[in-house]
Nanobody
């Protein structure tokens, strides 16, 4: 079993930057993919960015060139660096892990609000 805890959300002005963190614990060796999803009020959850164990990355078109996903294997932590944020980036951001042999694991989410 894998546990995920997000942090780093908050209020940021348009054009600003924010970094989210996701700390993983438990059966970390069974993780084959990690990433970030988001869900805005009244909308479906959508992919933001992911990477696999081979470090292949995938970004939503809406965040390409502005967001960067990275990881620190020593800390079992995944980061999402958000630059030039826009009001439409406002959402609850969820950390996700694909785990061999079981359902995906999800964090509880962290709120990001982009507003002046």
């Amino acid at each position: 079993q894998v546990q995920l805890v997000e942090s780093g959300g908050g209020l940021v002005q348009p054009g600003g930057s924010l970094t989210l963190s996701c700390a993983a614990s438990g059966s970390i060796s069974s993780i084959y993919r990690m990433g970030w999803y988001r869900q805005a009020l009244g909308k479906q959850r959508e992919l933001v960015a992911t990477f696999t164990r081979s470090s292949t990355t995938n970004y939503a078109d809406s965040v390409k060139g502005r967001f960067t996903i990275s990881r620190d294997n020593a800390k079992s932590t995944v980061y999402l660096q958000m630059h030039n944020v826009k009001p439409e980036d406002t959402a609850v951001y969820y950390c996700n892990a694909g785990v061999w042999g079981t359902l995906d694991s999800w964090g509880r989410g962290t709120q990001v609000t982009v507003s002046s």
